[in-house]
């Protein structure tokens, strides 16, 4: 009792200081009322786990605001002081939850949805008695759903979706209110278990989100007495069996979900009937069997409806025309037929559905040809897919009334006639797919008309005449694949000239003269392809440009002259076939180093000399060189003859030679040690020595010197800056060496600190996916300051900045792109250059800056990782710190990971997050600090949200037109891509997770990345 009295005493005490003097002794009283301490001390709890607030929120939680004014709180009006709202929305707040949450006793409603917040939800949570709403989704929560919740007697809906949530959902759950609880939202997590029957007897329930976990078993016939259920969703989990008729007749359904699981049965035919309110049926990629319900068409507020990737049979219903809010439809993969005598009228009916976007209807047995009345489809139609059927006829000449199309796909039928004309009248096409028919007739030059197109195939047709040379306006398209038609004439250009373009494929043509110089400018270019044609000339060395090269296939031709010197920068390629030409001259020994290069023909052609030893020519299964007449020596199992030496010299000149070589290499080596020591004698007193990580030692090289390499520091060499220096672009010495030149910025603190790091980190490590330093200078500069400079091996390619994302001022068609494979290995690169780093060098390093700015390129796209200013060393084995190059919070928003910002030191796991940033924004595209990340939002969250089912959506555009080969692309290919996307994203969101305990291992990122290039892109 005398604690009580004491505690008000102090409260009366402290009211009289914040409450205005001229208040009456009533309003102290309520004023006392108000300020409820268990509330506040709980509320002072929570920010006391926020360890990140960027838009400074909780800077009005002090005491000179009261509690109940505080952003993101409300409190009684009854009860005055007592807490009964927390609501922070998408404030991007991170931390963690305190159980002293637990203590807001007249709780009602917490809403934190979308932010970073991590680690359990406290089980405290079960004596907010008062609780109605809780909503967490959309953070990172782990562990399982509190059990205590159960205690939560009044609540009505709980929101746990879009976190990592893991076990059953808890049985104790079952003693909830059964008459209150109207909203259960569990959806992307990692919940297991069944679904539990308790469910049902939540008869209050209006929406039950359980989709993409890993539920298995049945669905519990229980939940059909739900009957004031309006949404439903379980897709994308592993359940099975058949779906309980019960689920069918709860007619208040408004949204019904059970796609990407292994149900089985026939689907019930009066669906239209029993679920009349139905606006989504999502019933894709099962085993359901039977017809499509024709009573659909009594659901008449349907939006979306998916029966695609099951195997249904029959016809389609005719009556889906009264559908007037139709927007999507999806029957692909099926097994649906037309009806002899009614054909395409269900088409005809469709045209009645105003709002229809999307149609997919291929895949199926569609038989017969397409009506004219395709044409009355409404212009909001986006995507008209009837691919892989067996349709006959020809493209009605009213297509070109679709003014809306984005996509055409009707690939893999039996069309014929001519492509009509109208077609470029389309000019919001970005994918023409009308492959493998019998289209005849020439391409029509209004096609170039389509300025937005990205991707056109027509190849496996009857096509005839010249390619059109309006093509070439088509300013964004990235693949053109035209090969086994009958096209004559010369290659225009104009198309050639294309930048874009990543995927170009005119085989099995009868196109000749030669293959214009413009071919390089298809600097984006992974895949040429004009076999079996009648092309002639040489082979331009202008392809010298295009070195995403990976596959070059100029087989069956009529080229001459010799292979060209200039191919020596194709180190890209993975397949070479110049066979069946009249190529003359050697074969050039630089294929021999072309790491990647999986297959070469060389055959027949008119080759001479000797055939080299190395690389692919060690493989006697890589290469082929047969029906060259002249070729002698190579491996063994050639069986060639060895080749004769021609002694063209005299004796004399010869023993001349073995003379005068070892003289000159003894004088130069003597010249060089003399200039080493006079270097030595002028270098400036206060230039350190600085160990460089060769086997050599070169000099330092002076200030003149670079001065000279770099035209007086002139602007037009300046390729980069960072905060501590500007990077230039020299030529180096008499050999005229390529180097890039970092010249410190030593008036910024910790610049000094920042190139001793780097020479540290430098000196005694080497790896091929490290940046290769040369040498350094020490020096005065002309203005008689302390200069210093770092000189590296020049990386022709820039840095992968410059690759990801458009700079202001950059046009569309010079832009650069990297294909998936591409991405793939240079991850590959950075992850193997992080494990060196961490887990092979005598002490591990953090790289501490990782972004894609200091990711460089070289000539073969092989990528190094440079800028070693804020590398720190790392000791024992607990890889405690060492030597710290700068303080504060180092490297690079949007990079850093978070425990920097919390004061933590410097560990490898701060590099993994780095790396699992700079990996997510490879794959879409995104910069980790996009306008787009508000509200709570962030890359990690963005990626991790879309696996892996709509992976394709967030993926980088270009990735999804990616074709290998002359394949079609196929659903196939689009489950390869999808299948490495998601492996790859995967691996970027377990390195960028909050805690640097759940992040992988280097050594692990490496494994899998690895694995997952095998698996996807072996040949």
Known sequence: MMRKLMTSFFLAYIALFIYPANLKPSSVAAALSIGNETDRLALLAFKDRIIQDPLNLTASWNTSIHFCKWQGVSCSTRHPGRVTLLDLQGKKLTGSLPPHLGNLSFLRGINLENNDFQGIIPQEFGRLTQLRYLNLSSNAFQGEIPTNLSYCMDIQVIRLAYNNLVGKIPEELSSLSTNKLKGFFVSVNGLTGSIPRWLGNASSLLHLRMSRNYFQGTIPSELGRLLNLESFQIGTNNLSGEVPPSIYNISSLLLLGLAGNQFYGKFPQDIGFTLPNLFGLYVSHNQFTGHLPISLSNASGLRDVNFGFCNFTGTMPTNLGSLNGLENLSVAENQLETDEAEGFSFLTSLTNCSNLQVLELGSNRFKGALPASLANFSTSLQWLSIGANQISGSIPEGVKNLVGLTRLRIFMNSISGEIPEGIGKLERLEEIYLSNNRISGAVPETIGNITKLRRLYLYTNNLSGNIPPSLGECKQLEVLHLFGNNLTGFIPKEVVSLSTIFSFSLAQNSLTGPLPVEVGNMRNLVLLNVLSNGLSGEIPSTLSKCIMLESLRLRDNLFGGRIPLALSALKSLHFLDLSRNNLSGQIPTY??????????????????????????????????????????????????????????????????????????????????????????????????????????????????????????????????????????????????????????????????????????????????NLVKIITTCSSIDSKGEDFKALIFEFMPNGSLEEWLHKSEGDQIEHLRSLSLTQRLSIAIDMASA???????????????????????????????????????????????????????????????????????????????????????????????????????????????????????????????????????????????????????????????????????????????????RTKNFAH
């Open 834 to 1012: 992080l494990e060196y780093l961490h887990h092979q060098c005598q002490a591990a390093i953090v790289h501490g800056d990782l972004k894609p700015s200091n990711i460089l390129l070289g000539h073969d796209m092989t990528a190094r990782v440079g800028d070693f200013g804020l590398a720190t060393f790392l000791t024992d084995s607990l890889l405690t710190i060492s030597q710290t190059s700068s303080a504060g919070i180092r490297g690079t928003v949007g990079y850093i990971a978070p425990e920097y910002g919390m004061g933590s030191k410097p560990s490898i796991q701060g590099d993994v997050y780095s790396f699992g940033i700079l990996l997510m924004e490879m794959f879409t595209g995104r910069r980790p600090t996009d306008t787009m990340f508000e509200d709570g939002r962030n890359l990690h969250h963005f990626t991790k949200t879309a696996l892996p089912e709509r992976v394709m959506e967030i993926a980088e555009p270009s990735l999804l037109s990616e074709v290998g080969g002359d394949d079609d692309y196929t659903t196939a290919r689009e489950g390869k891509i999808k299948e490495c996307l998601v492996a790859v994203l995967t691996i970027g969101v377990s390195c960028s997770m909050q805690s640097p305990g759940e992040r992988m291992s280097m050594r692990d990122v490496v494994a899998e990345l690895c694995r997952t």
């Open 591 to 768: 294929l021999q180093n072309f790491t990647l290069l999986q297959s070469l023909n060389l055959s027949f052609n008119n080759l001479d000399g000797e055939v080299p030893h190395e690389g692919v020519f060690r493989n006697i299964s890589a290469f082929s060189i047969v029906g060259n007449k002249k070729l002698c020596g190579g491996i063994k199992s050639l069986g060639l003859p060895s080749c004769q030496i021609a002694v063209t010299k005299k004796r004399g000149t010869t023993l001349a030679i073995k003379i005068a070589i070892p003289v000159a290499i003894s004088c130069l080596v003597l010249l060089a040690f003399l200039l080493g020591c006079l270097c030595r004698n002028k270098r400036p007193k206060s230039s350190p020595s600085i160990m460089l990580p060769t086997d050599e030692q070169f000099k330092q090289v002076s200030y003149s010197e670079l001065v000279q390499a770099t035209n007086q520091f002139s602007p037009a060499n300046l390729i980069g800056e960072g905060h501590f220096g500007f990077v230039y672009k020299g030529v180096l010495g008499s050999e005229a060496m390529a180097v890039a030149v970092k010249v410190l910025k030593l008036r910024e603190k910790g610049a000094a600190k920042s190139f001793t790091s780097e020479c540290n980190a430098l000196r005694n490590i080497r790896h091929r």
